[in-house]
């Protein structure tokens, strides 16, 4: 227990995957885990830039702590067309607490090292992070 307030190692591919989500637009969203046995995060899945919001949604374990990283695309009030890089922390509320712990801990080092997040989201359950939560919190 007396690392889960340490923090965890980032693996490399996470901020390369990010970079690429951020400056080329190669992926629509990045879900990423945290390895306890490396204690490192690591990418799980990297979705394509046609993948819609609900296989972001459906690759999040309903039982697992997860972070993610979603490209989200809007139009404003003034028709312009705009994106929004949401960096969402799911800690379900049937997660272990172990993991639960391990994640809070772990998450603001984990964002220090994606510079270009945007909005921040804390989720427990599907509703707190649908479509009308990333629209609210885009604008």
Same mark, same amino acid.
């Given at each position: 227990?007396?690392?889960?307030?340490?923090?965890?190692?980032?693996?490399?591919?996470? @901020?390369?995957?990010?970079?690429?989500? @951020?400056?080329?637009?190669?992926?629509?969203?990045?879900?990423? /885990?945290?390895?306890? /046995?490396?204690?490192?995060?690591?990418?799980? @899945?990297?979705?394509?830039?046609?993948?819609?919001?609900?296989?972001?949604?459906?690759?999040?374990?309903?039982?697992?702590?997860?972070?993610?990283?979603?490209?989200?695309?809007?139009?404003?009030?003034?028709?312009?067309?705009?994106?929004?890089?949401?960096?969402?922390?799911?800690?379900?509320?049937?997660? /272990?607490?172990?993991? /639960?712990?391990?994640?809070?801990?772990?998450?603001?080092?984990?964002?220090?090292?994606?510079?270009?997040?945007?909005?921040?989201?804390?989720?427990?359950?599907?509703?707190?992070?649908?479509?009308?939560?990333?629209?609210?919190?885009?604008?």
């Amino acid at each position: 227990m007396a690392n889960a307030a340490s923090g965890m190692a980032v693996h490399d591919d996470c @901020k390369l995957r990010f970079l690429e989500l @951020k400056a080329k637009r190669t992926h629509r969203f990045i879900v990423y /885990k945290i390895e306890e /046995k490396q204690k490192q995060v690591v990418v799980e @899945k990297v979705g394509e830039p046609v993948q819609t919001y609900e296989e972001f949604a459906a690759c999040l374990p309903a039982d697992e702590c997860r972070y993610a990283i979603y490209d989200f695309d809007f139009v404003t009030a003034e028709n312009c067309q705009k994106s929004k890089i949401f960096f969402i922390a799911w800690c379900p509320d049937v997660a /272990k607490v172990r993991s /639960k712990m391990i994640y809070a801990s772990s998450k603001d080092r984990f964002k220090r090292e994606l510079d270009g997040i945007q909005v921040e989201l804390q989720a427990t359950d599907p509703t707190e992070m649908d479509l009308d939560v990333f629209r609210s919190r885009a604008n």
